[in-house]
């Protein structure tokens, strides 16, 4: 987890693939697991070090006890976080590959997740109370192999970019997504976008945490930014 590197500085980085490239950073050395990031080849400089932000989370564990952990890149909850435990519960991948097993319960969630009524506090002072089909803090600005879910979120402004997918039901969300990879998905009806420091958020029902690609507990949690935690030489 990127609890394991925080304070340190990282030489030729960290990362997967999308994301090296908003931070300029070649050859990236996988010390992390899924961080993605996105930027273009022509701003690179040898040597250069950057700071950049983390998401500290704060969540509960079904036994109501409380643990921490941070993300580089993108927090889900919601459907996204749904899919996340179904595969860590799941043995499927041992026989299919942990591709085929993820892609199985995200077309499965699609069509059995229960919109859960959330009660959000952000750091703007607005509380948002609705029923929501997947809540998203992005550090950076894509996630997944291409998905633009924040075409704003820079890596170290100190804040992170927050959508919410109101209570929609399954053609609508086919719908929204297929925005995504276009970056607009925030221009949708039914979705709201923010630019925030932290987030409260809880429910009265299960409400599973996704931290770049891994599940970590559930709601009640609380998210805030952890400006310039980590230093990364390019």
Known sequence: AASNIVGAEITKAIIGSQAMQQLAVEQPLKICHSYFFNCSHKNRVA??????????????NADKSKGEGYCLNLTDFGMGGEVVYKVNQSALGRWIGGKAVFLLYTIVCLFTYKNKLMRLKLSNGEFIESKSRLIVCANAEYAGGGMWFAPKAKLNDGLFDF?????????????????????????????ACRQ???LEAESDEDVFIDVDGENMGQLPAKFTIFPNAISIKC
């Open 163 to 191: 959508l919410a997918i109101k209570d929609v039901g399954v053609f609508e969300t086919m719908m929204k997504f297929s925005k995504l990879y276009k970056g607009k998905l925030a221009e949708e009806e039914k979705v």
């Open 47 to 60: 040597g250069e070090v950057k700071k950049i932000d983390l998401i500290k989370i704060v969540y509960s």
């Open 196 to 198: 925030i420091s932290s």
